[in-house]
């Protein structure tokens, strides 16, 4: 079965410096992968999509990955700021059905 | 884009009822989508809601139990039935307005505890 997965539970890093998130997926090839941001007590809500015929994705401080060699997707913040303080999921679709990632809790510290 | 209504927005229930859940979209969607978040953990797909046909549910989920109406294209509701503590959790309606290579919007999440 599709199965994806995030390998840091709970992430701090200074603010300023580049956080690094982590997604691994295994049993499959995904098309595309997905990264959401989620806030307590609200929705997931989207902040990029790169699919498997491309290397990276950018948007303003943020950065993607995708290596289908290492069946991984790195999610990257630069220049931190204590806003971006949340948890972030990482998502495999099918069609318009998606499967989520554990997610990492990301505390940005001032 | 969308914007996704859900309500209640949180309930604290006895155990044995049953709640539903409403979700409204702006727009009209080809299939809407209900997922669990159980506390701490990722979300977990309940199932997809299609108009005029009955939903489809994943593994570990049944219609007895979560038994869901989509009477139009904009519209659905969950319901979580003979309720127990061990349903407490976030229930979230999602769409997606694509059918291939597109980004999921969600409705803030209806929060349960079940005494």
């Known amino acids: 079965s599709q199965k994806i997965e995030q390998n840091s539970e709970a992430l701090n890093i200074q603010e300023g410096k580049t956080a690094t998130l982590t997604c691994n997926y295994t049993n499959y090839s995904p098309a595309y992968l997905q990264w959401y941001r989620q806030d307590p007590g609200r929705g997931p809500v989207f902040l990029l999509l790169?699919?498997?015929?491309?290397k990276e994705k950018r948007k303003e401080r943020l950065k993607v990955t995708f290596d289908t060699t290492l069946k991984q997707s790195l999610f990257h913040i630069t220049a931190s700021q204590p806003a971006d303080s949340a948890t972030y999921l990482c998502?495999?679709?099918?069609?318009?059905?998606?499967?989520f990632g554990t997610g990492t809790s990301l505390t940005v510290i001032p | 884009s969308a914007v996704i209504s859900q309500k209640p927005s949180r309930d604290i229930c006895q155990r044995g009822t049953s709640l539903t859940i409403q979700c409204q979209v702006d727009s009209q969607v080809t299939m809407m989508f209900w997922y669990r978040q159980q506390p701490g953990q990722s979300l977990t797909l309940i199932a997809t809601a299609n108009q005029g046909s009955e939903a489809t549910y994943e593994s570990g989920f049944v219609i007895d139990k979560f038994p869901i109406s989509r009477p139009n294209l904009t519209f659905s509701t969950l319901t979580v039935s003979n309720m127990s503590p061990e349903d407490s959790s976030i229930y979230l309606c999602s769409v997606a307005l694509g059918t291939w290579d597109t980004e999921a919007f969600f409705g803030q999440g209806t929060r349960l505890t079940v005494v």
């Open positions: 790169i699919r498997e015929n491309e």
């Open positions: 998502a495999q679709g099918t069609g318009n059905q998606f499967y």
